[in-house]
């Protein structure tokens, strides 16, 4: 992972290690995919998929800042555990009689999972242990626990739920008598703050460790804010490429110019769809998701479709009748004259869109890509040009779009396996805007939409992103402050 923009931490000696145990198919795996922000992790239902220990290094500028140790699932604890006691004298000797059973036991098919587990607690990791708590607590579990906590390294217990059933407040009372730290811990859908809360409590568990892992956490955190920020610097020249983009094709004197229309429009659509999809991949690969699935309703139709149809404008907030009104209030009618002629019932949109689109007359995009503009003839022959599509409108729907995609991507644990599915939503982002800050984006969108885009004014256009960036996911957050609920990763 290489993130230039980036300050990087000085390695530290002792390396935080953690190894990641518990019963098989409770989700370990999932929980060193997020830490790790690692999605090529394999992640499967069925047990017993992990059978050795894999080490995943946080790894940020060639400099580690933490490991993960992937290891199987307990398979005979009971009977682990009644060696470990008819070889143990007393609690002193515990953990040394860990070691021996490792050392002892580890050409013993019996117990490879057992020895692969442990061997990396016997050579200095922490642990991290993971029960699922949709499940009911059994007596099962008490051997694996009491296993670790012979070796006498530091602990703390994640409980994961994986199905629908809650019986966390059980294993809340068990664990906590094993383990110092009992942490509830969903890791496909678990916010950014608690991935770091956990490094929190292992430094408190762990005093020589407390140092590399706030510095990790410090780095952390100057990590996502990078991210954000080059998201943004993707997104904007996105925006400048395909508002300036245009397909030529050169004419001869007396050729008939009609075949060329369909052509040089199915060449624009297709670029325009394919910039898109590399804005995607290039956000995607920012935040190092770099196996996920993706679900969206294409910009441009394969067949040709509208590009501003009324689905488009419904789903990114733009309405039809917004459109018609004058480009949003800036010509006879205002925005309050919006909401005037809707009887209300636009809920205040126009006094929202009042003044933003300020291109008068601009009231469908749809006849502006219909016909080709022609150069001068030259050696008996003259360039056709289609495009470009200079709209600020244009630019809303490629900005919404875009906005939708990162705030789903940048809140996305590296262990969920689902299809991303980019959709509309109803309502606007622009609502949490301030007025000035809505002005200022309009301002910058429309010089991106003028016939020639100064590129020094590329870094105001990305500063007015960042606060549409915020807007967008204030708006995001907006129905679960309401009603008093998580919001989902």
Same mark, same amino acid.
């Given at each position: 992972?290489?993130?230039?923009?980036?300050?990087?931490?000085?390695?530290?000696?002792?390396?935080?290690?953690?190894?990641?145990?518990?019963?098989?198919?409770?989700?370990?795996?999932?929980?060193?995919?997020?830490?790790?922000?690692?999605?090529?992790?394999?992640?499967?239902?069925?047990?017993?998929?992990?059978?050795?220990?894999?080490?995943?290094?946080?790894?940020?500028?060639?400099?580690?800042?933490?490991?993960?140790?992937?290891?199987?699932?307990?398979?005979?604890?009971?009977?682990?555990?009644?060696?470990?006691?008819?070889?143990?004298?007393?609690?002193?000797?515990?953990?040394?009689?860990?070691?021996?059973?490792?050392?002892?036991?580890?050409?013993?098919?019996?117990?490879?999972?057992?020895?692969?587990?442990?061997?990396?607690?016997?050579?200095?990791?922490?642990?991290?242990?993971?029960?699922?708590?949709?499940?009911?607590?059994?007596?099962?579990?008490?051997?694996?626990?009491?296993?670790?906590?012979?070796?006498?390294?530091?602990?703390? !217990?994640?409980?994961?739920?994986?199905?629908?059933?809650?019986?966390?407040?059980?294993?809340?009372?068990?664990?906590?008598?094993?383990?110092?730290?009992?942490?509830?811990?969903?890791?496909?859908?678990?916010?950014?703050?608690?991935?770091?809360?956990?490094?929190?409590?292992?430094?408190?568990?762990?005093?020589?460790?407390?140092?590399?892992?706030?510095?990790?956490?410090?780095?952390?955190?100057?990590?996502?804010?990078?991210?954000?920020?080059?998201?943004?610097?993707?997104?904007?020249?996105?925006?400048?490429?395909?508002?300036?983009?245009?397909?030529?094709?050169?004419?001869?004197?007396?050729?008939?110019?009609?075949?060329?229309?369909?052509?040089?429009?199915?060449?624009?659509?297709?670029?325009?769809?394919?910039?898109?999809?590399?804005?995607?991949?290039?956000?995607?690969?920012?935040?190092?998701?770099?196996?996920?699935?993706?679900?969206?309703? !294409?910009?441009?139709?394969?067949?040709?479709?509208?590009?501003?149809?009324?689905?488009?404008?419904?789903?990114?907030?733009?309405?039809?009748?917004?459109?018609?009104?004058?480009?949003?209030?800036?010509?006879?009618?205002?925005?309050?004259?919006?909401?005037?002629?809707?009887?209300?019932?636009?809920?205040?949109?126009?006094?929202?869109?009042?003044?933003?689109?300020?291109?008068?007359?601009?009231?469908?995009?749809?006849?502006?890509?219909?016909?080709?503009?022609?150069?001068?003839?030259?050696?008996?022959?003259?360039?056709?040009?289609?495009?470009?599509?200079?709209?600020?409108?244009?630019?809303?729907?490629?900005?919404?779009?875009?906005?939708?995609?990162?705030?789903?991507?940048?809140?996305?644990?590296?262990?969920?396996?689902?299809?991303?599915?980019?959709?509309?939503?109803?309502?606007?982002?622009?609502?949490?805007?301030?007025?000035?800050?809505?002005?200022?984006?309009?301002?910058?969108?429309?010089?991106?939409?003028?016939?020639?885009?100064?590129?020094?004014?590329?870094?105001?256009?990305?500063?007015?992103?960042?606060?549409?960036?915020?807007?967008?996911?204030?708006?995001?957050?907006?129905?679960?402050?309401?009603?008093?609920?998580?919001?989902?990763?």
């Amino acid at each position: 992972m290489h993130e230039p923009d980036s300050p990087t931490p000085a390695p530290s000696v002792d390396l935080p290690r953690f190894a990641v145990v518990g019963h098989p198919n409770k989700g370990k795996s999932s929980v060193v995919a997020t830490l790790a922000q690692n999605d090529s992790i394999a992640i499967a239902m069925e047990p017993g998929t992990t059978r050795d220990s894999h080490r995943y290094p946080m790894k940020v500028d060639e400099v580690t800042l933490y490991e993960l140790i992937d290891t199987p699932g307990f398979q005979r604890p009971r009977k682990v555990l009644a060696w470990l006691q008819g070889h143990s004298l007393s609690a002193s000797d515990r953990p040394e009689t860990v070691a021996a059973f490792v050392t002892q036991h580890r050409d013993d098919p019996r117990y490879h999972d057992e020895c692969e587990l442990l061997r990396p607690i016997v050579e200095g990791a922490g642990i991290i242990y993971v029960v699922d708590g949709s499940v009911p607590y059994n007596r099962e579990h008490e051997a694996e626990m009491n296993i670790l906590r012979w070796t006498g390294r530091p602990s703390l !217990a994640l409980i994961n739920q994986i199905g629908p059933d809650d019986h966390s407040a059980a294993w809340e009372a068990a664990l906590g008598q094993y383990f110092q730290i009992v942490r509830r811990f969903d890791a496909v859908r678990a916010p950014f703050e608690k991935h770091l809360d956990l490094l929190r409590s292992f430094g408190q568990l762990a005093p020589h460790w407390r140092e590399p892992l706030d510095a990790a956490l410090e780095y952390l955190q100057a990590l996502k804010f990078g991210r954000d920020s080059q998201a943004l610097e993707r997104i904007a020249d996105a925006l400048i490429d395909m508002l300036g983009h245009q397909e030529t094709a050169r004419l001869s004197e007396f050729e008939d110019a009609s075949p060329l229309l369909p052509k040089l429009q199915q060449r624009w659509q297709n670029w325009q769809r394919e910039r898109e999809q590399r804005l995607r991949v290039a956000v995607e690969d920012l935040y190092q998701h770099r196996r996920l699935q993706r679900q969206e309703e !294409a910009l441009v139709t394969p067949e040709g479709g509208d590009l501003f149809s009324e689905r488009t404008r419904q789903l990114w907030g733009i309405s039809k009748a917004q459109l018609a009104a004058a480009g949003f209030g800036a010509g006879a009618v205002g925005g309050a004259g919006i909401d005037a002629v809707a009887l209300g019932h636009s809920l205040g949109a126009g006094a929202l869109i009042g003044g933003l689109l300020g291109a008068a007359g601009s009231y469908y995009y749809s006849d502006k890509l219909t016909k080709l503009k022609f150069g001068p003839l030259s050696g008996g022959f003259r360039e056709a040009v289609y495009g470009p599509l200079r709209d600020p409108q244009f630019a809303y729907v490629v900005l919404g779009r875009a906005l939708v995609h990162w705030y789903q991507v940048s809140q996305r644990n590296h262990a969920g396996r689902d299809v991303l599915v980019v959709t509309g939503a109803q309502g606007h982002w622009l609502a949490q805007m301030e007025r000035s800050h809505r002005n200022g984006l309009q301002k910058s969108l429309q010089a991106l939409a003028s016939r020639r885009f100064d590129p020094s004014k590329r870094q105001r256009l990305i500063e007015q992103l960042e606060l549409a960036q915020q807007a967008f996911a204030q708006w995001q957050l907006r129905p679960f402050q309401e009603s008093g609920e998580a919001p989902p990763n």
